[in-house]
């Protein structure tokens, strides 16, 4: 690749001999960055910046040279004349769209011409094509041979008149779309202290597509794989935050706006400083949130036992009340037959057994769940048999649990007990009930105490969780901010680390190679992208970009935008197209909306839609940047195919004269009259009901379908009639357009057999049936014949000799139609039959080894390899051709047939319109009372919207699908192909973490 | 003859001329882009003319004439 540097420099050093003389041309690509210039340039906004153009020897700088700028057809965009000197350097770039400047840049070195150079002198040049920026800048006289040769021709000395070309080279300049784009398999050596910003850098571009190269390696034995490692694990962490953050009821900041790419964003954040940071944050969060439990638990036993200090409180202050007053009345000798129901019997019992023979009750007192506290009294009672005594009182708000931390409804309890054994019955009870028991002091005086601590450890320890979570929350918040950032770069440096693993290593573990896609036209930037990233990281040798050759099918990768990229998609979900076939989205563009708009003709609904979709158009921006529903979502994704598909239905209401099924004279008035009285509305002519109206005048309705059809008996008939005619001629309109981009596929990828044998059997087939009953249903039309169609196409099988009689359209038509039957039988073997011969006697040539010198150089290498596959293949490839050829035929019917789906879908949107209009709408007009009418327009409303807004728009748009998808596409699509998916930053999302 | 056809004929091959010419000379776009929109903007055109075309010429000499319904019918 420096060798024609090295030449070049060569060349400059002999300056003395004209003929060596070098001129050396550099192409910069200056419509990102401008070079700086001196004096500086001001280009207007307005204007379009075309070049820079810069001559060392001379000085000379044109800039912008407007004057000089010709622009010609034919792959030519630009001409720019310059003078150039012996040992000239020039440096010439484009300010405009690279794509379509500098794919040739040609020094056109010669006598002065009157005109500059078009294509045609070019011709000779086109295998010196040079990428808008390529690396060999310098020529040697070897490499610029057509200039050279223009130069010895007429040595006329120096200063010569040179040549800049800008163009595609092409003669035809390639339409966009139609063809995928031109991809190189591409190889990089990547020196390993670059590699990971070269990945960057690459990610960034999003214009290669890298290739695993080592698919056997299971993930953890890559190189890269502790990084993933570490990339995951603080993904991790970050999901942390996010979750702690969601908990806390913040809301992390809004994702970052990404303008100044990825050096801008991430320059200051380095991922090991990340990754220590992260560690230490979740290690400060972690503890934060314990040290918070354990303070919410502390919390929540000393409320439960301030609860129990309240209630059990209460009880014992009761019961001591009640027993200090029988205790008096016992002693004041009344008589105690009137017991209180109060009174606790344990109480009263204790209080009669005499003083020596008291035995020492226990007591435990503790909080239970209340939806635990009837089982808990059972199984006490049974435990102790009977021998206990349980007071409860309800909590009156729900209690935290300390355990679980959940709000819980909880009752206070006092167990009272006599003995030992029966307090370790009661405190195992206690624990299988997940009651906690709180120990609770007898005395009255320690009972206030231990009241007053706890209401004060309380009270601190509210400060404290308040103060706790106060820096639980900053920390969030602090956290919040960059957590969108970090996650971001986490996400990129995951991509990259994975794509790393995707490269092999060298056995000196020195450089990494690297394979992958990239398109021709971006080769450039991504060269530029490559000298960026390895000088950003210092590197000191730069990275090696090389095209490797390969007989690898490249990905299919087409260069849409927000308009064409819906289409693209429709035909993607169909198939990939083979690399560089015809692609059928730059047709549907149109056709898949008109076909949409022909079963969906009715301008009053073809407006509502319209305004729907440009509801979405004009407010793109704002719905780009949120996420939508997946309904939304799939209607936000096809807003141009909606509008399309609204204005063509808006079109086609006018043809089909339908405003929610009312009829319009926009275009003038009916071309029917009265019979006997022209002059008479159609409500005072008698014989309008009879015998119907007449045309009088030569003319038809001028645009579209007459009024006075409308709601008429014979309506349906006419437009049936019609309707199944229109979509027999559209749909071998479509058909035919379909088996002539097979004719491109066949040129463009230098398949004659494919033409010869297939395209134009095909063609003749089609034509010679369908073709012609296109043909018969327009003659009929125009010259108001009553023959009958059908009888024509079936006797033209049946008998074809026949007499047509009263059925004959035109003069010769029988042998026309013999003709015609004659070439449809024809084309068939002619289908079937050649191609699969001509490959096997070509393959047979070809192992006579009679055809080697008419081989490409690549090809005889392998030649023997190939035939074996070849002859092994023979009988497969004649099935194949059988297959085809058969489907082809029955197809040509079925497909033919398949389209009448245009007239059923378009004849059902206007009956069911008419159905809404005159059954709800109508109806409930006549009627005088203004609520009837009101639900009269709301039902015809939700009707129309429901019925044939959305699910007619569904209907009609699943037809068109497949009109395109069956009809169309299989007449020339392959769809095999796998698409170009370029490792960028932009399509990581979310999900990847 | 049909005089009415050809007319609107010419106005459809206008329509496709002003809007092959409005690209090049209003939304130049480049050789390749150009062609896009030109092809768009034909097929479109044509698209629209096959359906006028044929459902003028489906009227222009009628077998059957539109009877309408009577009153209450």
């Known amino acids: 690749m420096n060798q024609g540097m090295q030449e070049g420099g060569a060349g400059l050093a002999t300056t003395e001999d004209p003929y060596n003389a070098s001129v050396s041309i550099e192409v910069a690509d200056y419509s990102n960055d401008l070079p700086v210039i001196d004096p500086p340039i001001a280009i207007p906004a307005s204007q379009r910046v075309d070049f820079i153009l810069e001559q060392e020897n001379s000085d000379a700088r044109l800039h912008n040279p407007g004057g000089e700028v010709n622009q010609s057809g034919g792959g030519v965009d630009y001409v720019l004349e310059v003078p150039i000197l012996a040992n000239d350097v020039i440096r010439a770039g484009g300010l405009g769209p690279m794509d379509e400047l500098g794919s040739v840049l040609v020094p056109f070195l010669g006598p002065r011409i009157n005109k500059p150079p078009s294509y045609n002198d070019l011709a000779g040049l086109s295998t010196h094509r040079q990428g808008p920026r390529f690396a060999d800048h310098g020529h040697s006289r070897e490499q610029r041979d057509p200039s050279l040769t223009a130069l010895q021709r007429a040595p006329q000395g120096w200063p010569a008149t040179g040549y800049i070309i800008f163009g595609t080279g092409d003669k035809m300049a390639q339409m966009e779309l139609f063809r995928s784009e031109e991809m190189n398999l591409v190889q990089l050596i990547i020196p390993s202290e670059s590699a990971h910003d070269t990945v960057t850098y690459l990610a960034e571009l999003g214009l290669l597509q890298f290739k695993d190269l080592n698919p056997d390696k299971s993930p953890f034995q890559r190189t890269y794989a502790n990084q993933v490692k570490r990339c995951g694990e603080m993904a991790r962490k970050l999901r942390y935050f996010r979750d702690q953050i969601t908990k806390a009821g913040l809301t992390p900041a809004a994702r970052p706006v990404v303008e100044n790419g990825w050096s801008a964003h991430t320059g200051d954040v380095d991922l090991d400083d990340l990754e220590v940071k992260l560690s230490e944050l979740e290690s400060e969060l972690t503890e934060i949130l314990g040290n918070t439990d354990k303070l919410n638990r502390t919390q929540a036993e000393l409320t439960e036992l301030h609860s129990v200090l309240q209630k059990a409180g209460a009880f014992f202050s009761a019961a001591r009340d009640n027993a200090t007053e029988a205790q008096r009345r016992e002693l004041d000798g009344l008589s105690s037959s009137s017991e209180d129901m109060d009174r606790p019997l344990l109480l009263e019992q204790e209080m009669q057994v005499e003083p020596s023979k008291q035995v020492r009750l226990g007591y435990v007192s503790g909080v239970v769940p209340k939806a635990k506290a009837l089982a808990f009294e059972r199984i006490l009672f049974r435990a102790t048999r009977g021998n206990m005594f349980l007071k409860q009182a309800p909590i009156e708000q729900p209690v935290t649990d300390p355990a679980t931390g959940e709000k819980v409804e909880k009752v206070v309890f006092v167990v009272f007990f006599a003995g030992e054994r029966a307090r370790l019955k009661v405190t195992k009870i206690c624990e299988a009930f997940g009651a906690n028991r709180y120990p609770f002091p007898e005395e009255a005086a320690r009972q206030r105490q231990v009241k007053i601590q706890v209401a004060s450890r309380l009270n601190e320890l509210q400060q404290t969780l308040e103060a706790g979570n106060h820096h639980r929350d900053n920390l969030l918040t602090t956290i919040g901010i960059k957590l969108e950032e970090w996650s971001l770069l986490v996400r990129r440096e995951k991509a990259v680390y994975h794509t790393l693993n995707m490269l092999s290593i060298d056995v000196t573990r020195k450089c990494l190679v690297a394979e992958g896609w990239c398109p021709v036209a971006a080769k450039s930037r991504i060269q530029d992208a490559l000298v960026k990233a390895s000088f950003h990281s210092n590197s000191q040798v730069g990275t090696i970009f090389q095209v490797l050759h390969t007989k690898e099918l490249p990905p299919t990768y087409y260069k849409t935008n927000k308009f064409t990229g819906a289409f693209q998609e429709i035909v993607d979900a169909y198939g990939v197209g083979r690399y560089r076939e015809a692609n059928p989205g730059v047709f549907s563009i149109i056709t898949f909306p008109f076909l949409f708009a022909v079963m969906f003709g009715d301008w009053g609904h073809g407006i509502i839609l319209l305004l729907a979709a440009l509801y979405l158009v004009l407010n793109e921006k704002k719905y780009m940047s949120q996420k939508l529903g997946d309904i939304m979502d799939m209607a936000f994704g096809g807003r141009y195919v909606i509008l399309l598909m609204s204005i063509f239905s808006i079109y086609t209401g006018f043809i089909y004269n339908e405003f929610f099924s009312v009829p319009f004279k926009i275009f003038g008035n009916s071309a029917y009259t009265c019979r006997d009285h022209p002059e008479l509305p159609w409500d005072q002519c008698e014989s309008a009901t009879t015998v119907g109206l007449i045309k009088l005048r030569d003319q038809p309705y001028p645009f579209g379908l007459d009024p006075a059809w409308h709601g008429s008996r014979s309506e349906l008939p006419f437009t049936n009639s019609l309707k199944m005619k229109m979509s027999i001629l559209l749909g071998v309109t479509q058909m035919n357009v379909g088996i002539l981009l097979s004719y491109f596929n066949g040129k463009f990828f230098n398949k004659p057999l494919n033409i010869w044998y297939e395209f134009v059997p095909q063609i003749l087939f089609l034509g010679s049936l369908f073709g012609y009953l296109s043909v018969l249903i327009i003659v009929k039309w125009c010259t108001g014949s009553q023959a009958d169609l059908y009888h024509v196409m079936i006797y033209m099988f049946l008998s074809p000799t026949d007499d047509l009689g009263d059925n004959q359209l035109f003069v010769g038509q029988r042998t026309v139609q013999i003709i015609l039957l004659a070439i449809a039988f024809v084309s068939v073997p002619w289908m079937l039959l050649p191609k699969p011969l001509i490959l096997k006697k070509q393959h047979e040539q070809r192992l006579a080894g009679r055809t080697y010198g008419a081989l490409g150089g690549s090809d005889t290498e392998s030649v023997n390899g190939d035939d074996e596959h070849e002859e092994f293949e023979f009988g497969e490839i004649f099935v194949h051709q059988m297959i085809h050829t058969i489907e082809f035929v029955l197809g040509a019917v079925s497909n033919t047939a398949s389209y009448l789906r245009l007239w059923a879908l378009s004849l059902a949107h206007a009956e069911l319109s008419a159905v809404f209009y005159e059954r709800v709408l109508l109806l409930a007009l006549e009627y005088d009372n203004i609520i009837i009418r009101l639900i009269g327009f709301i039902v015809f409303s939700i009707a129309t919207l429901g019925v044939l807004l959305v699910m007619e728009t569904l209907s009609a748009f699943l037809h068109a699908l497949r009109l395109h998808w069956v009809e169309f596409m299989n007449k020339f699509y392959m769809g095999d192909g796998y698409k170009f998916h370029p490792f960028s930053f932009a399509t990581l999302t979310e999900d990847d973490d | ?73």
């Open chain 2, 1 to 73: 003859m049909a005089a009415g056809f050809l007319l609107t004929t010419l106005y459809f091959a206008l329509a496709s001329l002003v809007g092959t010419l409005g690209i090049k000379l209003g939304y130049d776009r480049g050789t390749s882009a150009n062609k896009l929109h030109m092809l768009l903007v034909n097929t479109a055109v044509i698209c629209c003319y096959l359906m006028w075309a044929i459902v003028w010429m489906a009227q222009w000499q009628p077998l059957i004439v539109p009877i309408l319904k009577a009153e209450g019918e």
